[in-house]
């Protein structure tokens, strides 16, 4: 991945409008060759509109967006040959077979027949899908189902996979197969585009990721650059009893850097929570628990989103 060959992605001041809605409100990004970028957000943030300017599926009110060096207002159909698109929701055919599927999506890219069966069979093995090929989709697992979604976008041999949080509703078995699999794409020089509100999944796949809030980009860089700048190194978690709260009058404030105060528990943000716990103790404070860690992907999330539920 090189930060000087030309971005495959490019926006500027990007935005989209329903009537008087503002879904995106000008944001600016870069997506390199060869790395994979996020888009991280709560619920409503502008991730998936900003996705299906994107795919060339909704157009753009205003500002600038180049894919591949092209304007998807002029030249979508010629972006979205080189595109694979992973969506929300899958919407495959459920009343054919899994390997039907795939090559009826071949035919859409005008893939020869004999060169569309060997690529799906390889797909079918790398989505470890392949005792399956011969049946119907509906009564597939949420998981395989998923996993025949992303094979599906990968029948053109993209240069440029797009990803709505490619593992939403999943159990942890099936969103760590994906993960994988989505791994190794990226090893073999894949770029790779997604959108996620798990923590978890952003530090995994993502080598840089902006974060979304209220239509707007309010952070970017890397999952650890992030950490650092908007956390600290580790995080100091305390329970106490309401009457040992409501005593302490600031008897804390001079241990982290912040203190968050939340219905359970204050989270103090420190660079050696160890010390700080030696502190609480040392000041004969009573706690019900304790817990140092270090500081994650879900402090910034929420420093900077805030912790209200979104619908």
């Not at 968050?260 to 204050?266: I, N, V």
């Amino acid at each position: 991945m090189s930060s000087s060959a030309p971005s495959l992605v490019s926006a500027r001041s990007l935005t989209k409008r329903f009537d008087t809605f503002t879904a995106v409100d000008g944001i600016d990004f870069d997506v390199r060759p060869g790395e994979a970028f996020g888009f991280l957000g709560p619920n409503g943030a502008g991730k998936t509109s900003t996705m299906r300017m994107i795919g060339c599926a909704s157009p753009v009110t205003s500002g600038e967006l180049r894919i591949f060096g092209m304007d998807p207002r002029t030249q979508a159909s010629q972006i979205k040959a080189r595109l694979g698109v992973v969506p929300q929701l899958d919407n495959l055919d459920t009343e054919i077979t899994v390997r039907e599927n795939l090559l009826m999506y071949a035919r859409y890219f005008d893939v020869p027949p004999a060169v569309a069966k060997s690529r799906v069979a390889e797909l079918l093995d790398f989505v470890q899908l392949t005792e399956r090929a011969n049946s119907q989709v509906e009564p597939l697992s949420g998981g395989m189902k998923r996993r025949v979604t992303i094979a599906r976008a990968l029948v053109n041999e993209p240069e440029l996979i797009l990803l709505d949080e490619p593992t939403t509703g999943l159990d942890p078995q099936a969103r760590h197969l994906i993960w994988e699999r989505l791994y190794r794409l990226k090893r073999g020089g894949a770029t790779l585009l997604l959108t996620t509100h798990y923590m978890d999944e952003a530090e995994q796949l993502c080598d840089r990721l902006v974060v979304m809030d209220k239509a707007q980009i309010v952070a970017e860089g890397s999952p650890r650059a992030l950490i650092e700048q908007y956390a600290t190194k580790e995080v100091l978690e305390l329970r106490l009893a309401p009457d040992v709260r409501a005593s302490l009058d600031g008897n804390l404030s001079d241990l982290a850097d912040r203190i968050e105060d939340l219905p359970d528990r204050l989270q103090l943000y420190t660079a050696d929570g160890e010390r700080a716990l030696a502190q609480v103790h040392a000041r004969a404070i009573p706690i019900e628990s304790a817990l140092v860690r270090r500081s994650s992907l879900e402090d910034v999330f929420l420093r900077l989103t805030g912790r209200t539920l979104v619908d």
